[in-house]
T-cell receptor, first 111, second 112 residues
Framework: QQQVKQSPQSLIVQKGGISIINCAYE??????FPWYQQFPGKGPALLIA?????SEKKEGRFTISFNKSAKQFSLHIMDSQPGDSATYFC??????????FGKGTRLSVIA | DADVTQTPRNRITKTGKRIMLECSQT?????MYWYRQDPGLGLRLIYY???????NKGEISDGYSVSRQAQAKFSLSLESAIPNQTALYFC???????????FGPGTRLTVT
């Protein structure tokens, strides 16, 4: 049973455009929702995270939107740049348990 | 120097061989994790350890074993490697609250 469903699997965006990646979850006990960014040949690294008591968190060009009633959260990358080309993973966790990751989205930003 | 190191970085082995992947960290974290990454399947948790005396199975522990030799060292073993264990393996660490996991550079394992 996949606990965190991520879409799309791959995404191509023009430079300057908005990249949007979506995740959905079933377990209402999840209380922490991070996004990780992975460049080729590297391990994933924390990009941005949100707790369910807020609906949006913004850090520079990266924004998480959180919809608790729909059990969905999404990553928005504004003014996408070629350097943003990477694989993005959403994740979730309940309390002190390990993170559960989505299957990843490969983002390509083309000039 | 990298905070989380993994050795080897690449390994090719034959079916039936025993292989050990090693992870070391200098972050002083208590928690360590082993993940497997496959295309289209994301990151799946194999084993995790919240301290030296604590070992827990993850989502896909069958065919794997681990050893937590010290706070800084966490090894993953494949007792008898099989081709479908060909994957990219990541070690990660976190502090007690576990909010941020720090990943190593990965080990690419090929089982022929």
């Amino acid at each position: 049973q996949q606990q965190v469903k991520q879409s799309p699997q791959s995404l191509i965006v023009q430079k300057g455009g908005i990249s949007i990646i979506n995740c959905a979850y079933e377990n209402t006990a999840f209380d922490y929702f991070p996004w990780y960014q992975q460049f080729p040949g590297k391990g994933p690294a924390l990009l941005i995270a949100i707790r369910p008591d807020v609906s949006e968190k913004k850090e520079g060009r990266f924004t998480i939107s959180f919809n608790k009633s729909a059990k969905q959260f999404s990553l928005h990358i504004m003014d996408s740049q070629p350097g943003d080309s990477a694989t993005y993973f959403c994740a979730a966790r309940r309390g002190n348990t390990p993170l559960v990751f989505g299957k990843g989205t490969r983002l390509s930003v083309i000039a | 120097d990298a905070d989380v190191t993994q050795t080897p970085r690449n390994r090719i082995t034959k079916t039936g061989k025993r292989i050990m992947l090693e992870c070391s960290q200098t972050k002083g974290h208590d928690r360590m994790y082993w993940y497997r990454q496959d295309p289209g399947l994301g990151l799946r948790l194999i084993y995790y350890s919240f301290d030296v005396k604590d070992i827990n199975k993850g989502e896909i522990s069958d065919g794997y074993s681990v050893s937590r030799q010290a706070q800084a060292k966490f090894s993953l073993s494949l007792e008898s490697a099989i081709p479908n264990q060909t994957a990219l393996y990541f070690c990660a660490t976190s502090d007690l609250d576990g909010y941020e996991q720090y990943f190593g550079p990965g080990t690419r394992l090929t089982v022929t």
